[in-house]
């Protein structure tokens, strides 16, 4: 709850503010449990002061926008593995691993929500504190003039209580702080409310300083910077591969050069794949440079696209399904033998269902498919204050319609491609006829439908990019200036942003195969994801239990706030990365012997 503060000293006013505080233009329509005064001079002053702070107004954004932003972040190049994984794995098993995960993130999710919301109170304690020690001060230190003391006895009298013990009469009751839902009328909860919390604030807050601060920022970092330099991969390799540039003159005519980077090591290649880096480059910064409220209309626009992406793909394997028995193979094949519909999985093989050899493939793409813990103090935060009691809603819409369309994705193509499923399921629409046989032409809608699909990943990336750069530059400008307060301005928050996105551009330029890499790095997303938000989870409820009595949040429900669940759902992510770490030493070792699998 913010207090209107007006107070005749200008050594206070700026610290209250500072704090998240807002000033009051008139002490007579305070509310009991406020602080203020009837020297309105002094409010007229600590109202411009609140007026030139550059949080005064918070741009913010409707609970639809914040769902579209999340989905943007996690309906993205995932969900273009998740049809192999559902290959590999059996269509069953996917499934039900899946949603598995899907609840397993949500609820890490709430989590951070009711992190945030203790936070907020264990801020709004430490200023309360800092307030009653300056106002000791003043009281001590200042000759009384006739108003002072005049409101100095009206405090007394209004708020003093009965015993004459010594606690600050401008210090409100401490009850007042919390607020009181409708829900649990008796009982006093934590709730978010303006601030902005990162979640290396938040570490820090509940786990020791400058250790728990040092831990999130080492872990968001390595994963977080390589993840963009994989961005830099996806949209140069895609582009290089599918618009040509033009790279001087051979036999006296225009050289148009379009190439495999993976394949191709040559320096026209590398050329290729750079310039595209460098077109990447140049529009993500500028982007970067934007809030996420300054980015609505671009990141509603690609939220549209990747729906359309995703019903082109379904409704292309379901047409094709029962006109199109030529688009399962780059080769052409005797297809005399298929009947409508044209499933090319044998629906009779157990393994089709259940394929558990292959748990390898369907446990790191379920859980990263579902990977979102990290930006969720950013998304949260433009929510205006009357709406954060439905972030519960939605951020679980954002996960039942993630499950939803990686689930109906993922059988439908393994209906229709079956074995032939690639790695990235955009590569099957590079040989899709639309129902052509091999003789005949390919229709010409095929081809904008094709390569619309095909560039989607790079696209993606696009939209991606900025939000992780938000998200990253944030925590870093929390963890070095100590707090979120300087990153309300705009110079400041640019820097940080240029800062974090140069260098994974500087090293996309160069680097364009990170499979590696990505199968380590890729391990700290399930820490993110899991473990430091059950860590959070228990160390927030210890501490606020200890400092108010109480750890219920707004967002608490009795089967996911307390102990056991969150030391279960550490447990799980520890065993996970422990697993996952196993997988990727044995395939390096056996890799031949997995391909056989």
């Avoid at 050594?11 to 009051?24: D, F, L, Q, R, V």
């Avoid at 394949?263 to 290649?269: E, F, H, I």
């Avoid at 297809?335 to 446990?363: E, G, H, T």
């Amino acid at each position: 709850i913010h207090q209107n503060v007006s107070i005749n000293d200008t050594t206070i006013i700026p610290t209250i503010a500072a704090s998240g505080y807002k000033t009051n233009e008139s002490a007579r329509n305070s509310t009991p449990g406020t602080i203020s005064s009837v020297n309105e001079e002094s409010s007229s002053q600590s109202d411009q002061d609140s007026t030139s702070s550059p949080a005064h107004k918070k741009e913010t954004y409707s609970t639809f926008i914040g769902y579209c932003f999340s989905i943007n972040f996690i309906l993205g190049v995932g969900i273009l593995g998740v049809p192999n994984a559902f290959q590999k794995g059996g269509i069953a098993f996917s499934v039900t691993f899946l949603f598995f995960v899907s609840v397993i993130s949500f609820i890490c999710v709430m989590w951070l929500l009711e992190a945030i919301a203790r936070a907020e109170s264990m801020q709004q304690k430490k200023d309360l504190e800092e307030y009653e020690k300056l106002d000791a001060e003043r009281v001590e230190n200042e000759n009384q003039d006739q108003d002072e003391r005049e409101v100095d006895k009206y405090h007394q009298n209004s708020t003093a209580p009965a015993g004459g013990n010594s606690q600050s009469p401008l210090t409100p009751d401490m009850d007042k702080l919390f607020a009181i839902t409708s829900d649990t009328p008796q009982k006093s909860c934590h709730s978010i409310q303006e601030r902005s919390y990162e979640i290396s604030e938040m570490m820090g807050t509940f786990l020791g300083g400058r250790i728990g601060k040092a831990i999130w920022d080492v872990l968001l970092y390595f994963y977080m910077s390589t993840a963009l330099v994989s961005y830099c991969s996806v949209f140069g390799s895609a582009f290089a591969s599918k618009i040509s540039l033009p790279l001087g003159f051979a036999d006296g005519h225009d050289r148009w050069y379009n190439c495999d980077i993976y394949k191709d090591k040559s320096w026209d290649c590398q050329f290729c794949y750079s310039s595209w880096v460098l077109v990447f480059g140049c529009m993500v910064i500028g982007l970067s440079m934007l809030n996420l409220t300054e980015q609505k209309l671009m990141q509603v626009s690609l939220t549209f696209f990747r729906y359309l992406c995703v019903t082109l793909m379904l409704g292309s394997a379901v047409y094709a399904m029962f006109f199109d028995p030529y688009s399962t193979h780059p080769e052409e094949l005797d297809v005399s033998a298929r009947k409508v519909p044209y499933i090319a999985a044998n629906l009779q093989d157990w393994k089709q269902w259940f394929n558990f050899q292959n748990f390898y493939v369907v446990f790191p793409t379920a859980i990263y498919s579902q990977l979102i813990h990290h930006s969720i103090p950013g998304l949260q935060d433009p929510v205006p204050l009357k709406h954060k009691r439905r972030l519960p809603v939605m951020f679980g819409l954002v996960f039942v319609t993630t499950f939803i369309g990686y689930s109906v994705l993922g059988i439908i193509m393994v209906l229709y491609y079956g074995s032939e499923v690639e790695s990235s399921i955009s590569l099957n629409f590079s040989f899709f006829r639309g129902g052509a046989s091999f003789e005949d032409s390919i229709p010409f809608w095929v081809y904008p439908l094709s390569w619309t699909i095909i560039l989607f990943p790079a696209v993606d990336c696009v939209s991606v990019f900025p939000l992780c750069i938000v998200t990253l530059s944030n925590n870093l400008s929390a963890s070095l200036l100590g707090g979120t307060r300087w990153a309300k301005y705009r110079v400041v928050s640019m820097a940080f942003r240029l800062c974090t996105a140069l260098p994974p551009l500087l090293i996309g330029l160069f680097v364009s195969d990170l499979s590696l890499i990505l199968n380590y790095v890729g391990i700290i997303g399930i820490a993110i994801a899991y473990n430091i938000p059950a860590i959070l989870q228990i160390a927030s409820m210890r501490k606020t239990k200890k400092e108010f009595g109480f750890h219920q949040t707004v967002y608490s429900y009795k089967i996911i706030s307390n102990y056991v669940l969150p030391l279960a759902i550490f447990l799980f992510g520890c065993l996970a990365m422990v697993m996952i770490f196993a997988f990727n030493i044995w395939e390096q070792l056996h890799g031949d012997t997995k391909e056989e699998l």
